[in-house]
């Protein structure tokens, strides 16, 4: 692959980073294919990690969504502006 794509010596194998936050994990994984096959294979990925989270019941994909209802009276100046 170096060869072809005249890429810099770099590792091309797939590489899994974690990060800890206060309300998260969240884990990305970088991995090189051909562009043509990214959606194919992020797709596959993407089943196969829901399959495996669904089978073990101490892993939950959890998320949150806020609706907000009523916004506070808004106040103006009616003078701003004017001359």
């Known amino acids: 692959m170096d060869e072809k794509y ?5 590792e091309i194998e797939p590489k899994l980073y974690i990060t800890l936050t206060d309300n998260w994990i969240e884990m990305t994984l970088r ?7 990214r959606r194919e294979v992020n797709g596959k990925l993407n089943y ?3 399959k495996h989270f669904e089978a ?5 994909i959890a998320s949150s969504t806020f609706e907000i209802v009523r916004f506070p009276p ?9 001359s």
């Open 74 to 82: 808004l106040k103006t100046n009616d003078k701003l502006g004017k």
């Open 31 to 37: 991995y090189v294919i051909n562009i043509s096959d």
């Open 48 to 50: 196969e990690l829901l």
């Open 6 to 10: 005249f890429l810099k010596k770099t």
């Open 56 to 60: 073990e019941p101490a892993v939950t």
